[in-house]
């Protein structure tokens, strides 16, 4: 349909939860009861410990761990549809080429684009989905301007504060991935997953529940 679907990077396709509650309680910031939730994780290091302890963990899970990251049932399927439909579907992520506490100086969008590849997310069954469609930014307001330059019709984020931003262009439609459905104000469309997000942009269209977990 001639669509440009813009899609949110970190836990939007990529869930950290699992990895932040492991690394966390292996790095000893946080105990066995931490629910495995990354913003619990984070409020808990930042109530106990500190924001350089949280940056310390964020190196580790963004940087040399990103491959135990799980991708989140329904991305592909997404993606699949719409570029089967005629859709074009970019992602574009604030992530910063470095972490600041990373001994390991892993970069952090090599390792995010080499766990899109393990995931099969540029194989022949995405329909030419490829790494051309994936754009890092610097800043959020680097990613922003990228949505806008780019002219996104529809952009799915897991963070309020992106799709609320002032400078978002209106005529994109800002979709909030969350899995916890809280009420959002408007213009904010909530789901709490990609099979709600497929029937939202893509009204009837087969969505397989290959990986719809
Ligand atoms: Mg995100």
């Known amino acids: 349909m001639n669509r440009l679907i813009g899609i949110d990077f970190d836990n939007t396709i990529a869930c950290y939860n699992t990895l932040f509650y492991n690394e966390g309680l292996s790095s000893g910031v946080m105990g066995p009861k ?33 491959k135990r990251a799980e991708l989140i049932g329904g991305v592909r399927d997404f993606i699949q549809i719409s570029r089967a ?33 393990a995931h099969r997310l540029f194989d022949q069954t995405m329909k030419g989905f490829s790494t051309e469609d994936v754009f890092f930014e610097a800043t959020r307001a680097d990613k922003i301007d990228r949505i806008n330059k780019l002219a996104c019709d529809f952009f799915i984020d897991d963070l309020e504060e992106v799709l609320l931003d002032n400078s978002l262009e209106n005529s994109v439609t800002k979709v909030l991935f969350q899995r916890n459905v809280s ?31």
Do not use: C
């Not at 104000?185 to 529940?209: D, K, M, Q, T």
């Open 85 to 117: 439909v005629g859709d074009r579907v970019v992602i574009i992520s604030h992530k910063t080429e470095f972490a600041n506490f990373d001994p390991t100086k892993t970069n952090l969008r090599q390792a995010a684009l080499a766990w899109m590849h």
């Open 183 to 213: 009420a959002a104000p408007p213009p904010l469309n909530v789901f709490a997953s990609w099979a709600e997000i497929s029937s939202f942009v893509h009204g009837g269209e087969g969505f397989s529940r290959e990986d719809n977990r």
């Open 34 to 66: 931490t629910p495995v939730d990354k913003k619990a994780i984070r409020d808990n290091i930042l109530l106990w410990h500190d924001d350089i302890a949280w940056q310390k963990l964020q190196g580790r899970v963004y940087g040399p761990e990103m």
